[in-house]
């Protein structure tokens, strides 16, 4: 933890290698300033370059070329965080403990621990028919498979509703549950339904990246995260952007917007589900929840309006 506090201390962190030409050797720091948010200007190393590309690190070959990058990292807001969401995302998506773990393991020809894709139970509240054609659109793009989705809806829904829904998430399970049946009666048979390790809420009048399940999945690598989400975002409002939260962002915190949340299963409990069906914020005592990247997630305020992509880490 002290490291972490000490790392995350510092805008950019500059590093020298003294071995160039390994493919693989290069200082653990690096990977942990990447994880800690930290992006690093550093001379060449092959092994940056083949195990980390452009994500986050910044490899210089001269002073002028180095000064031309830190001025950029220092003073644009935007072009920082995204390379410090992509750092974030590069390590834990590659290069945790667990998964180097398992890789030995593999290489030695030892029966050891896989990492596997976590499972995510997606939960959407739905009224309207736009919010229909809406859940179809989002389930759609996501890239990551490992997912089911339970819609929470004020009336029955018809067999063909849900042949459609469940085509538009590409034969994924998809399941739902009337507002007619109580709560405890809800929440007993989702949990008795699901299998998924995480639950995650989206909401239909938001906009989500194609990546943002797979994205979402990665923070629960992180050793005793529970509950995470984005206090920090881009809003859509009067066709212009801005960003919420700036202050929030990868750090431990009370609140964020329930269409953001995404959970343990095993953390959930009853009453929670109500307050992500219902509640614009879900929360928990100081420090329970982790605010994510600012990237991949769009609120619309008043007036919302098309604006660019630039909410994406992609985009």
Same mark, same amino acid.
């Given at each position: 933890?002290?490291?972490?506090?000490?790392?995350?201390?510092?805008?950019?962190?500059?590093?020298?290698? =003294?071995?160039?030409?390994?493919?693989?050797?290069? =200082?653990?720091?690096?990977?942990?300033?990447?994880?800690?948010?930290?992006?690093?200007?550093?001379?060449?190393?092959?092994?940056?370059?083949?195990?980390?590309?452009?994500?986050?690190?910044?490899?210089?070959?001269?002073?002028?070329?180095?000064?031309?990058?830190?001025?950029?990292?220092?003073?644009?807001?935007?072009?920082?965080?995204?390379?410090?969401?992509?750092?974030?995302?590069?390590?834990?998506?590659?290069?945790?403990?667990?998964?180097?773990?398992?890789?030995? #393991?593999?290489?030695?020809?030892?029966?050891?621990?896989?990492?596997?894709?976590?499972?995510?139970?997606?939960?959407?509240?739905?009224?309207?028919?736009?919010?229909?054609?809406?859940?179809?659109?989002?389930?759609?793009?996501?890239?990551?498979?490992?997912?089911?989705?339970?819609?929470?809806?004020?009336?029955?829904?018809?067999?063909?509703?849900?042949?459609?829904?469940?085509?538009?998430?590409?034969?994924?399970?998809?399941?739902?549950?009337?507002?007619?049946?109580?709560?405890?009666?809800?929440?007993?048979?989702?949990?008795?339904?699901?299998?998924?390790?995480?639950?995650?809420?989206?909401?239909?009048?938001?906009?989500?990246?194609?990546?943002?399940?797979?994205?979402?999945?990665?923070?629960?690598?992180?050793?005793?995260?529970?509950?995470?989400?984005?206090?920090?975002?881009?809003?859509?409002?009067?066709?212009?952007?801005?960003?919420?939260?700036?202050?929030?962002?990868?750090?431990?915190?009370?609140?964020?917007?329930?269409?953001?949340? #995404?959970?343990?299963?095993?953390?959930?409990?009853?009453?929670?589900?109500?307050?992500?069906?219902?509640?614009?914020?879900?929360?928990?005592?100081?420090?329970?929840?982790?605010?994510? #990247?600012?990237?991949?997630?769009?609120?619309?305020?008043?007036?919302?309006?098309?604006?660019?992509?630039?909410?994406?880490?992609?985009?």
């Amino acid at each position: 933890p002290d490291m972490v506090e000490a790392y995350k201390r510092y805008r950019v962190f500059l590093n020298v290698n =003294s071995v160039k030409d390994s493919p693989t050797m290069l =200082s653990r720091r690096v990977f942990e300033l990447l994880a800690c948010g930290t992006p690093v200007v550093s001379t060449y190393a092959r092994g940056i370059e083949t195990l980390l590309g452009d994500n986050g690190v910044f490899l210089v070959a001269t002073e002028a070329e180095a000064t031309r990058i830190l001025e950029r990292l220092m003073h644009d807001d935007d072009a920082w965080a995204r390379a410090s969401a992509l750092g974030i995302r590069k390590v834990l998506s590659e290069h945790t403990y667990a998964q180097r773990f398992a890789e030995i #393991c593999q290489r030695a020809g030892l029966d050891g621990p896989t990492t596997k894709p976590l499972g995510v139970a997606v939960i959407m509240p739905v009224g309207a028919p736009a919010d229909f054609a809406a859940a179809a659109e989002l389930l759609a793009a996501q890239t990551y498979s490992q997912f089911e989705t339970h819609l929470f809806a004020e009336q029955e829904l018809s067999p063909d509703q849900l042949e459609r829904l469940s085509n538009a998430a590409r034969g994924r399970p998809v399941r739902y549950w009337s507002r007619e049946r109580n709560g405890h009666n809800r929440w007993s048979g989702f949990m008795e339904t699901s299998s998924a390790e995480i639950v995650c809420s989206l909401w239909t009048d938001a906009a989500y990246s194609p990546d943002y399940l797979e994205e979402a999945a990665l923070f629960f690598r992180i050793p005793k995260v529970d509950f995470a989400g984005k206090a920090c975002h881009f809003e859509a409002s009067d066709g212009s952007l801005r960003l919420v939260g700036s202050d929030e962002e990868t750090c431990m915190v009370a609140s964020v917007p329930s269409a953001t949340v #995404c959970a343990r299963r095993s953390c959930l409990k009853p009453e929670d589900l109500k307050v992500l069906l219902t509640e614009p914020v879900f929360q928990r005592p100081a420090g329970q929840i982790l605010s994510t #990247c600012r990237y991949n997630f769009l609120s619309r305020g008043p007036g919302g309006g098309s604006v660019n992509g630039q909410w994406r880490l992609n985009g």
